[in-house]
């Protein structure tokens, strides 16, 4: 018989640790990364700056772009300014607008993309996918998975501690996200990849169940490792299936609808999840979601984003048309207000205060 079998996108090195970031040099070295040294660094004003006189002298061969933002025109001018250097690989060391701009750069000129996040924010340090501002909003580009991770945890856990409450509300996301999925292939026969869905899964119910927080060394490995993890699933799938549904709808219509008003992302996610789960009859896991990310610090209430109810009512409503074609328990239960606002009702007296 045959032997079948498939490649799985992901990263050559994963590296997580305290200190990671002191033997960057050495680690892409013995990866055959780049055994020559020759690295175009993409770097923040923030963060990444403050981190080069610390990581400059195991990188002398690297050149060091500052980026500006997280936009498109940004994404292209840092590619331009790295074309034709000759480089091993591209390193984006920072928050997650510049390594979205250093991974849109890399695969712009062909180079292999290193990241180096400073904080985990969200699951987009190792998926692939470049989110990055344009002219008409924000957009979602295809770009190749990360070559190399590499998460020094002494590094994200001096980071504000928001950053990482808003990585904990994006992997926990995933749980609600996967039940999205298993509906759409019960009721429209949409095909779920298997290993995509337990990667994801399995990520999203290590943070949620994991006693830690977020000062814990122990916590923030298995945040960074559940975050890895989820982007390599979005490779694993195609798409962002795995890690995305009515949570992340929520979270799009909040910054569609109020743009200049709208919290983290994995705030809004991490809410839109607990809710979601209320909504397809979950209210045990819904509650226990609730309690986690009220735990951590998060919110899950719209009140506690400075919303009001009225707008948490507006933004799920209009949710559903964020992602045309995605099947979720929203377009499933195809709610209108006051049906959400009599759930929401319930929701509240569920979780408790």
Known sequence: ?????????????????????DDLGCVLADERISHSGKLAVAVSGGSGARLRERVAPSLPGADWFEVGGGTLDD???????????????????????????????????????????????????CSPVATLDNDAGRGSYGVP???????????VRAAPARFVRAGIGD?????????????????????IDGLAAAMARQAGEAVLRHPGGIGDNDFLQVLAEALVLTGIAMSVSGDSRPASGACHEINHAFDLLFPTRAASHGEQCGLGAAFAMFLRGAHEESAQMAEVLRRHGLPVLPEEIGFTPEEFFRAVEFAPQTRPGRYTILEHLDLKTDQIKDLYADYVKAIGS
């Open 145 to 155: 998975n990360p070559i190399a991770v590499v998460i020094d945890l002494d590094v």
């Open 1 to 21: 018989m045959p032997v079948l079998t498939r490649l799985i996108p992901s990263p050559v090195v994963v590296d997580i640790r305290a200190g990671a970031l």
């Open 75 to 125: 994404a292209i001018k840092l590619a331009g300014a790295m074309k034709g250097g000759h480089y091993d690989a591209v390193v984006g060391l920072g928050g997650g607008k510049i390594i979205d701009c250093a991974k849109f750069a890399a695969a712009r000129i062909g180079l292999p993309l290193v990241a180096v996040p400073t904080n985990l924010a969200h699951d987009g340090l």
């Open 171 to 191: 992997a926990v996301s995933n749980v609600s996200a996967i039940a999205d999925w298993e509906l759409a292939k019960r009721v429209k026969g949409e095909k």
